[in-house]
């Protein structure tokens, strides 16, 4: 489902197999493992967090074919996210997401709370796929798309036209830092950063402080209670 | 420590002298006192304030050494430039920042307190040294870069990179709004910028309500207690006990090079 590895003072979670990586509670709790795994480490205040993930997708959203077959595992693993989110926010490291194949709604959020994404640009898109499947964003994840996109046109274009969104436009949005020629270019590139921001020395702690401050807005969406715009039209066929 | 001059309708308020201008209790009490020079001249509803600097320095932040020898003083300081940065987002007039030397940390944002910010290109730059020192940010800080700093990569560049933006990277990023190749002439487009504005004839009183609603993010920042964001985490060997958490910059002591970083110009 997901693997942890060490490479000096990298830490690099990847999203294993040729699958989906559907985020279902199951992924979403190993998901989480890792992270407590992370924040455990003794050398974790002067490390970092590169989030990648095998094969065609980074992630697809959500298990929508789970919930379909069990309603109530919609709210578990909207639960889970949301927890996996805020870890991420109060990180103590800095984080990169190596965007090597297509990101979609959950996932599309989920490669937007980490600080750096870097994207392949010879294939695949970041896609808020909610529209075209009849659903509605969850306020929690309009207030990750406003912290991490800027521009009132790009948010419409991401949230209200379902742009797919590919790394080259991802760039002008400013929601993708930099694009590379191939998947493995774009985990070289981040691990290379990842080299650079650790060699500046930055206490972690400090750091995830300050992230937390900055995205206090998205934290506190996270923490209130809002099923109101959690409800899922079931579309039939497309799902 | 400042000094306060009349040149039309524009009030120009200078930090004086060659030094750093660290935000000490006795600047900004002075620096506060200009302001309400300022807002008690019958002209003001028609005037543009511009704040500028002698020397290498716009102002290089709070005072530390200060607050290391009395760490009380430390919440005096905030107080006080919560207080008149409150002041200068009300304030009936347009505002200018003049910046001809280096802004660090709360002298960062005291520049950003302004509605356009001129600088100079040839030298110096704008610095939220923070992370460089170990201190987390306030979270009035952080609405205040919100605000002011558009591009959410650019945000994260200020808050959590603590890079050293000279003029034409706060060009890039939104912040500054127009650079110059001198202090002489950063001033000069001020008054110049200055003039113009006064000539278009808006109404202060109403020019000053509508800043404080297009920033009251940041006014309800600065009057929330947050205490709890201002603390610092222990890392074991970096710092002193935990206990020391109410005492943001008590931490710095023990490392001399956090007080040295941010004189190291």
């Not at chain 2, 504005?197 to 600065?222: F, Q």
Request: charge should be positive; proline fraction near 3%.
């Amino acid at each position: 489902m997901c693997t942890l590895e060490k490479r000096g003072q990298l830490f690099l979670l990847k999203l294993t197999g040729n699958g989906e990586h559907r985020l279902n509670p199951t992924l979403l709790d190993n998901l989480r493992s890792a992270i407590t795994q992370i924040r455990s480490d003794p050398s974790s205040s002067r490390s970092l967090l590169i989030t990648t993930s095998d094969g065609k997708f980074f992630s697809n959203g959500y298990d929508l074919a789970l919930a379909e077959s069990d309603p109530s595992l919609r709210v578990v693993m909207d639960s889970k996210l949301r927890s996996l989110v805020a870890d991420l926010i109060s990180l103590p490291m800095p984080t990169i997401a190596a965007v090597t194949g297509h990101a979609s709604a959950a996932g599309f959020v989920l490669a937007m709370s980490h600080d750096y994404v870097l994207m392949r640009r010879d294939r695949g898109f970041l896609y808020m796929s909610e529209l075209d499947i009849e659903l509605v964003i969850p306020a929690w994840f309009v207030a990750v798309i406003r912290m991490k996109i800027g521009s009132p046109a790009a948010r419409r274009d991401v949230m209200l036209t379902a742009e797919k969104v590919t790394a080259e436009r991802g760039l002008e949005m400013g929601i993708v830092d930099s694009s590379y020629g191939s998947a493995a270019e774009t985990i070289e590139a981040a691990i290379k950063l990842g080299e650079e921001i650790v060699r500046r020395g930055v206490d972690g702690y400090v750091y995830g402080r300050m992230r937390e401050t900055l995205l206090k807005q998205v934290l506190h969406t996270i923490g209130s209670n809002e099923s109101a715009s959690n409800r899922m039209r079931n579309s039939g066929s497309k799902l | 420590m400042c000094t306060l001059e009349k040149r039309g309708r524009l009030f120009l308020l200078k930090l004086t002298g060659d030094g750093e201008h660290r935000l000490n209790p006795t600047l900004l009490d002075n620096i506060r006192s200009a302001i309400t020079q300022i807002r008690s001249d019958p002209s003001s509803s028609q005037s543009v304030l511009i704040t500028t600097s002698d020397g290498k320095f716009f102002s290089n932040g709070y005072d530390l050494a200060l607050a290391a020898s009395d760490p009380p003083l430390r919440a005096v300081m905030a107080a006080k430039l919560q207080s008149l940065v409150a002041d200068l987002i009300s304030l009936p007039m347009p505002t200018i920042a003049a910046v001809t030397g280096h802004a660090s940390a709360a002298g960062f944002l005291l520049a950003m307190s302004h509605d356009y910010i001129l600088m100079r290109r040839d030298r110096g730059f704008l610095y939220m040294s923070e992370l460089d020192i170990e201190l987390v940010l306030p979270a009035w800080f952080m609405s205040m870069i919100r605000m002011k700093v558009v591009s959410p990569a650019a945000k994260r560049d200020v808050a959590l990179t603590a890079e050293k933006i000279t003029a034409d990277r706060g060009l890039e990023m939104g912040i500054v709004d127009s650079s110059h190749g001198s202090a002489g002439e950063t001033v000069e487009a001020a008054v110049k910028l200055g003039e113009e504005i006064v000539r278009r004839g808006a109404d202060g009183h109403v020019y000053g309500r509508m800043r404080e609603t297009l920033l009251r993010e940041v006014l309800h920042a600065i009057g929330s207690n947050e205490s709890a964001s201002n603390g610092v985490r222990n890392s074991g060997s970096k710092f002193w006990s935990s206990s020391w958490r109410t005492s943001t910059w008590s931490a710095f002591l023990l490392l001399p090079r956090c007080v040295g970083r941010s004189a190291r110009f």
